[in-house]
């Protein structure tokens, strides 16, 4: 039969963000291989642009920067990444600003980033506006590579419910007639949720007592022009949520920085700024990027933390606890890459050749007392050991007897940081990094096999080790710390500390925090969360989530310990792990339904990636693309052990 005679198959990607289009591209990939003479029709659902999606839309300040260089984003395979369809190389954000401005690649950029696209060097950190641009153009280089056969309908507009035993219909806000489809791929980014029940009791205090209370969420959708020239602000939260809070307070109220012959910068206020007083668990702010690249031999990873490492987990008997039992193979990872760098790439801070101290360091476990000793004995200077518990938690065990005294020394940690973070003779914190990235890209082949426990996978991997990542990896540009600095020598910014805790006092009207670095408090009529929202599908504030979770026919992730028996919620949408088809509340596999993002039980990152890093995304990505076409092309129906 021709393919002109036979029905299309129809799929509707609901979020057409870098992760939908990035299902696009592996679609495109594959389907001359495997979608046969059928047809594919694919509706992109969502109401921003396709390409950039929410998250990278142009429609933002242009204050806001990525936090990555752009020779360290792409949106494109290489010969890196370990999949079953073809690979299908193309430019970087660095590559395709060069050959925009080459006239090799041509396309429209808007007027205003003219300027900043002809300056930028593969060591900036270019502006959210930016990196819209590169996946708008992403997303119609996909379009204009699309193979015969392929159709792609756009619709912007919020799908607000799916329904459907067989034939799935997409229903669209303000839409009378649904999308009717042969399948779903819902590509979730970070999941929005309701307030959970402490917000909702501190909303509601302020609210009784006129106090200002802001909720976690994503810093470029909330409003924060409420708040007055002046105001007395508590923030909680350090990280990047917490930089974009500071930027658009201060320099997007009309202050501006200036650079000082000396070095570093000061800020002229505008007058139109609050004051706040930033406090958060950790005390500190996230560690700036890294200005360098890898001084030594090229790093060998994975190498303790590999697919040999994960099946002794795998195949231990009981529960698995991942602090226990899965970081220190981790731990030695990530030391693996500091000190190998450290060897060769800076030779002369150590006592003892390479090829010894790896010897040695392979056999010893990472926190035995032995392994202390190695360090010790090879690495003479202290500043030069990795201490990852130190790097962690850098306050612990430290009071101020005023909150002065405990400015000063945290003003101190961060230009120290800044000044590790640009100097290559500290290249061996990127070898850790880098490592940091290997450890994350291995850790998928253990979720989702039962192996960790309920409490340890949720508190330990989910909770510690994914903000400790954060902190250490996914920290802001140092352009972002600089400025800080110069807040807080204006009086602009103030630092509370570590373990921030906040109550209401509804006799005085204000909120108190109070923290475990010295024994002063502040007092404000404002509190900020500067954090994105826990994920959470029992509080999704998403309609179709909301629909179909209430239906019982889509899941949140709880992990079941195989000892204890005991289960708890993980926030994450349940799929399987496998090829990502959402589970329902018995379990039961999807046959036509699909869902892919970080907060989904495969843990993937981010939609766009480092080239050369095997990618978690990427082969995620085309998995799935190549199980829509087989579904696409097959002739009978799948057996019915997949559910329906």
């Not at 710390?481 to 109550?503: K, N, Y």
């Amino acid at each position: 039969m021709a393919r002109a005679d036979l029905p299309p198959f129809t799929l509707a990607v609901v979020g057409a963000g870098p992760r939908g289009v990035g299902v696009l591209e592996r679609l495109s990939a594959s389907a001359p291989e495997l979608l046969g003479e059928r047809r594919l029709v694919v509706h992109l659902v969502d109401p921003f642009p396709p390409g950039p999606g929410r998250v990278w839309r142009y429609e933002q300040s242009p204050l806001l920067r990525m936090n990555s260089m752009p020779e360290d984003v792409t949106m494109f395979t290489d010969d890196t990444v370990k999949i079953d369809g073809p690979v299908s190389p193309g430019p970087s954000l660095a590559g395709w600003a060069r050959e925009v401005r080459s006239g090799s690649l041509r396309t429209e950029v808007p007027a205003d980033l003219l300027d900043e696209l002809n300056s930028l060097t593969s060591t900036d950190f270019p502006t959210r506006r930016l990196q819209s641009a590169y996946l708008g153009w992403v997303y119609r280089h996909v379009l204009a590579g699309l193979p015969g056969g392929i159709e792609v309908v756009e619709h912007r507009a919020r799908a607000v419910r799916l329904t459907g035993d067989g034939p799935q219909k997409v229903w669209l806000e303000g839409r009378a007639e649904p999308l009717v489809a042969d399948a779903v791929v819902l590509t979730v980014g970070h999941l929005d949720a309701e307030p959970d029940e402490r917000e909702d009791e501190l909303a509601a205090l302020a609210g009784h007592a006129g106090l200002a209370y802001y909720r976690a969420g994503y810093t470029a959708d909330v409003d924060y022009s409420a708040i007055p020239a002046g105001e007395t602000v508590l923030v909680r939260g350090f990280g990047l949520a917490f930089v974009d809070l500071m930027l658009l307070l201060t320099q997007g109220r009309g202050g501006r920085f200036e650079e000082l012959p000396c070095g570093g910068l000061r800020y002229h206020p505008s007058g139109a700024e609050p004051v706040l007083h930033v406090g958060s668990r950790r005390g500190v702010p996230y560690h700036a990027k890294t200005g360098y690249r890898l001084q030594g031999k090229p790093l060998l990873l994975p190498r303790f933390f590999d697919s040999y490492a994960i099946e002794k987990l795998r195949a231990a008997p009981g529960s698995v606890h991942f602090r226990d039992d899965v970081w220190p193979h981790m731990a030695k990872e990530i030391a693996w890459g500091y000190y190998s760098e450290l060897f060769t790439g800076h030779p002369g801070r150590v006592r003892l050749d390479f090829a010894v101290f790896a010897d040695t360091f392979a056999d010893l476990p990472w926190y035995s007392e032995e392994m202390r000793e190695l360090i010790r004995t090879a690495v003479p200077a202290q500043e030069d050991r990795l201490d990852l518990e130190a790097v962690d938690r850098p306050l612990t065990g430290q009071r101020f007897g005023t909150p002065e005294e405990f400015e000063k020394h945290l003003r101190e940690y961060v230009e120290q940081d800044l000044s590790r973070r640009a100097d290559a003779e500290f290249s061996a914190d990127l070898g850790a990094f880098m490592a940091l990235l290997s450890v994350v890209g291995q850790l998928p082949a253990l979720v989702g096999t039962g192996r960790l426990g309920a409490a340890s996978q949720v508190s330990d991997m989910d909770g510690w080790f994914h903000g400790f990542f954060s902190y250490f990896a996914s920290g802001p540009p140092p352009r972002r710390l600089e400025e800080l600095l110069a807040l807080q020598e204006a009086g602009i910014v103030s630092f509370l500390g570590a373990d921030m805790q906040v109550e209401p006092d509804a006799a005085r009207g204000v909120f108190v925090a109070r923290t475990a670095s010295h024994p002063g408090e502040v007092e404000a009529r404002t509190l900020v969360e500067a954090r994105l929202p826990e994920p959470s599908v029992t509080r999704a504030s998403d309609l179709l989530l909301r629909q179909r979770r209430d239906a019982g026919q889509l899941a949140e992730e709880t992990v079941a310990d195989v000892v204890t028996g005991e289960n708890l919620p993980s926030g994450r949408i349940h799929t399987r792990v496998a090829d990502a088809r959402l589970l329902d509340a018995d379990g039961t596999p999807h046959r036509l339904r699909f869902a892919l993002g970080p907060h989904t039980s495969a843990r993937s990152a981010a939609a766009f990636t480092r080239p050369r890093t095997n990618a978690i995304s990427f082969r995620q990505n085309d998995a799935v693309a190549r199980e829509l076409l087989r579904l696409a092309s097959a002739v009978r129906e799948q057996s019915d052990d997949l559910g329906g």
